[in-house]
T-cell receptor, first 113, second 114 residues
């Protein structure tokens, strides 16, 4: 079964700082990759996804992620965060053609105004 | 995207009782799933709800404890049976148009078992 690792569970940074959240997965085959976000008091929302093609994926709210197959990684980035980016971020992976998502433990990100 | 609702949004239950959680989608979807998020943990897939047949359970989850129904393409229920405090979690429903598409999540049901 696939597994997903996210490090630095708690991240605190100031507005305008850059954010990078690491995600590594263990699965030898083709995968679909996702980042989900959960804002305080809201339900889980899709931030971006990678199925195939350009390994640099752009999502909503200025986020992007890069798939590096050789490193089994799908790191999330945002060049300049805002207070409204305070949320929990989850990386998830599923084998190609199989919707059974495996989630990482999440990153709790707090942006200080 | 899809609009997903869950009932109840939260509940407090006594040990040994059962609770049925409902998931309703605003349009027909091929795939429906149930997840659990225990306190301080990530989401764990419980099962895939199959329309017209028995659900497909993940390792560590069994039908006697988590019976699931899916009578049509827009509705599913998850029952948490014979509850214990260890079942205190958020239970989430998710849907996908098909195997090649992303999942959308419902708001979750926060269950506390005393």
């Amino acid at each position: 079964a696939q597994s997903v690792s996210q490090h630095n569970h708690h991240v605190i940074l100031s507005e305008a700082a850059s954010l990078e959240l690491g995600c590594n997965y263990s699965y030898g085959g083709t995968v679909n990759l996702f980042w989900y976000v959960q804002y305080p008091g809201q339900h889980l929302q899709l931030l971006l996804k990678y199925f195939s093609g350009d390994p640099l994926v752009k999502g909503i709210k200025g986020f992007e992620a890069e798939f590096i197959k050789s490193k089994f990684s799908f790191n999330l980035r945002k060049p300049s965060v805002q207070w409204s980016d305070t949320a929990e971020y989850f990386c998830a992976v599923t084998p190609y053609g199989n919707n059974r998502l495996a989630f990482g433990k999440g990153n709790q990100v707090v942006v200080i105004p | 995207s899809a609009v997903i609702s869950q009932k109840p949004s939260r509940d407090i239950c006594q040990r040994g009782t059962s609770l049925t959680i409902q998931c309703q989608v605003d349009s027909q979807v091929t795939m429906m799933f149930w997840y659990r998020q225990q306190p301080g943990q990530s989401l764990t897939l419980i099962a895939t709800a199959n329309q017209g047949s028995e659900a497909t359970y993940e390792s560590g989850f069994v039908i006697d404890k988590f019976p699931i129904s899916r009578p049509n393409l827009t509705f599913s229920t998850l029952t948490v049976s014979n509850m214990s405090p260890e079942d205190s979690s958020i239970y989430l429903c998710s849907v996908a148009r098909d195997r090649e598409n992303e999942q959308f999540f419902g708001p979750g049901t926060r269950l506390t078992v005393l």
